[in-house]
């Protein structure tokens, strides 16, 4: 399923396929659970997108050292 949502650290919109269940989405949306009792067979990376929109590569960007 393709999964859309807005960054919450660049305010970017992306975009992602996810082997996501609709009905388990729709649950965890309107609060029946936590993603991570409703979706345990998601990434850890993908239940990061759909609650932040963050992406893989956001992530490292925002936790690397710099000089």
């Known amino acids: 399923m393709l999964i859309k949502r807005k960054s919450v650290i660049s305010g970017v919109e992306h975009a992602k396929e996810i ?3 609709p009905e388990d989405l ?25 609650m932040s929109g963050i992406t ?12």
């Open 19 to 21: 082997p996501v269940n």
């Open 26 to 50: 729709e649950r965890w949306e309107k609060g029946y659970g936590s993603i991570r009792d409703l979706m345990p067979y998601l990434s850890v990376e993908d239940r990061t997108f759909i």
């Open 56 to 67: 893989d590569q956001e992530l490292r960007d925002a936790f690397r050292e710099r000089a």
